[in-house]
T-cell receptor
């Protein structure tokens, strides 16, 4: 199938450390979205990337879309306990979600 | 306030029983989706609908059924044919046709089969 894979599956970091999750698609994507799901909550939209090589920033979060539009990454600088949750990427065709990366931040 | 309402939030059922999960939105979105999430797992697409009276199967449609008689409503029935129905079910909606709109999610329904 047209899968969207994410690595790592889990990540534990000390507060203040950086964190990166990677999203890889087996097919070229027209665009990609990122969502965050807090423990016990529902996914909330973070951002959408459309252009090849695009980089967008939201405060401590940096999102990148690969040149070939088959991969993307989310980088968090100096993690805080409020960053805890699962981060998903999603293709917008049928909105197929990646497998997610669960982030735990140790204070 | 505009949004998506799912009910019930928690549901228990016995094996062999059908159960229907409600999803209502007042965002005037054309497209609606149902996802299943298992503990520690990602989101898997069950069914989606891009317009009233039309819907398509997602990756794991077996054992589920849906209807889309009204734009605002997209109920999901978990039938007795679903072999492992215990999960967290999420409903979402988006603006149709743009293929770029963000998904808005409800708060989810947690189904437990006893």
């Amino acid at each position: 199938g047209q899968q969207v894979m994410q690595i790592p599956q889990y990540q534990h970091v000390q507060e203040g450390e950086d964190f990166t999750t990677y999203c890889n698609s087996s097919t070229t994507l027209s665009n990609i979205q990122w969502y965050k799901q807090r423990p016990g909550g529902h996914p909330v939209f973070l951002i959408q990337l459309v252009k090849s090589g695009e980089v967008k920033k939201q405060k401590r979060l940096t999102f990148q879309f690969g040149e070939a539009k088959k991969n993307s990454s989310l980088h968090i600088t100096a993690t805080q306990t409020t960053d805890v949750g699962t981060y998903f990427c999603s293709r917008t065709y049928k909105y197929i979600f990646g497998t997610g990366t669960r982030l735990k931040v140790l204070a | 306030d505009g949004g998506i309402t799912q009910s019930p939030k928690y549901l228990f059922r016995k094996e062999g029983q059908n159960v229907t999960l409600s999803c209502e939105q007042n965002l005037n979105h054309d497209a609606m989706y149902w996802y299943r999430q298992d503990p520690g797992q990602g989101l898997r697409l069950i069914y989606y609908s891009q317009i009233v009276n039309d819907f398509q199967k997602g990756d794991i449609a077996e054992g589920y059924s849906v209807s889309r008689e009204k734009k605002e409503s997209f109920p999901l029935t978990v039938t007795s044919a679903q072999k492992n129905p215990t999960a967290f079910y999420l409903c979402a909606s988006s603006i149709r046709g743009k293929d770029t709109g963000e998904l808005f999610f409800g708060e989810g329904s947690r189904l437990t089969v006893l």
